[in-house]
């Protein structure tokens, strides 16, 4: 079942249930990995997941950072990637062990998370369809699907050493970054309402840190391997490692603070209901299921306005 509609408003709404404020919003928004693992929310917003990833990742480097900085301090000091661009990036923290061993195991959610935004904002596109353009909708959709691509090939990052491949290394992560932001790109221009001027603005930051900062650290890398091929050995980055670690966290700061800055849309309400007559009612033809494996069927609502879960 779908009810869907610029007018349609949640019972809570209808009661005059206030709308969360700043300090609520920041609230929830900052503790989105605590909410997307409760079993019983049944109102999910597709951006929770999206910044609950950012807050694994986030935690991924600091833990693969402290357990590299105590267990491998010798890589700190001299990496492939430090020799390139002149610092240590913080892929530098789980490159090595005991940390990428942590790492492997931290990036489960991180995919899982992944996978349950590009489903779950799928499902929405196709719920409030009638509000979209072709191109808002296909952008959506194509997006979607880029980033469980995305983050499938991110985790070449803990198979492919930057000994063995600095490039394989990191492209993988680099493929990462120009996509996440195409996510949210399109997930800003989905929305029902005006852009508000302050998404405009960070998306112009956002998109400027994802090419600026990926094109620099392939400068760097094509010159010093150039350099190396020649029998050369350089003394440095060929780009100032300031500015290459200037662009490089500007991305991280932007996509920490995404949860502010992007417009939140509909919600999507998932009913669990125990299954009576062994089928799963989906609007259409309904598959039927053996009397032994009783399923439950799942319905979703869109909901608009946005009432916090």
């Excluded at 990428?100 to 369809?129: C, G, H, M, T």
């Excluded at 319905?299 to 916090?308: E, K, M, Q, T």
């Amino acid at each position: 079942q779908a009810s869907f509609g610029p007018g349609t408003a949640s019972s809570m709404e209808r009661q005059g249930t206030p709308q969360p404020g700043p300090f609520t919003d920041a609230t929830y928004m900052l503790t989105a990995v605590f909410r997307v693992f409760d079993p019983s929310i049944e109102k999910h917003l597709p951006e929770v997941y999206l910044i609950a990833t950012g807050q694994i990742l986030t935690f991924l480097f600091v833990i693969s950072w402290t357990l590299t900085w105590f267990y491998n301090p010798e890589i700190v000091r001299s990496n492939p990637l430090k020799d390139r661009i002149g610092y240590n990036n913080v892929c530098v923290g789980f490159d090595s062990p005991p940390a990428v061993y942590v790492a492997q195991v931290l990036f489960i959610p991180q995919a899982y998370l992944v996978f349950q935004f590009a489903l779950l904002d799928w499902k929405r596109s196709v719920l409030v369809r009638d509000r979209l353009s072709a191109f808002q909708f296909h952008l959506s959709r194509v997006t979607d699907i880029l980033f469980m691509i995305s983050i499938s090939l991110f985790s070449l990052v803990f198979v492919i050493p930057p000994e063995k491949s600095h490039w394989g290394h990191s492209l993988a992560f680099i493929q990462f970054i120009v996509v996440w932001f195409l996510v949210i790109a399109a997930n800003v221009y989905e929305q029902a309402e005006p852009i508000p001027l302050k998404s405009k603005i960070y998306l112009v930051v956002f998109g400027s840190s994802s090419f600026a900062f990926p094109i620099l650290l392939i400068v760097d890398f094509i010159l010093y391997d150039n350099a190396v091929a020649r029998g050369e050995v350089p003394s440095g980055p060929a780009i100032p490692w300031y500015i290459v670690e200037f662009w490089d966290l500007l991305w991280f700061a932007s996509l920490a603070l995404s949860w502010f800055f992007v417009p939140k849309g509909e919600t999507l309400e998932v009913v669990n209901e125990l299954g009576v007559d062994g089928s799963i009612s989906s609007g259409s033809e309904s598959p039927e299921w053996p009397s032994s494996c009783i399923p439950a069927s799942l319905s979703y609502r869109h909901r608009r306005p946005l009432p916090l879960p």
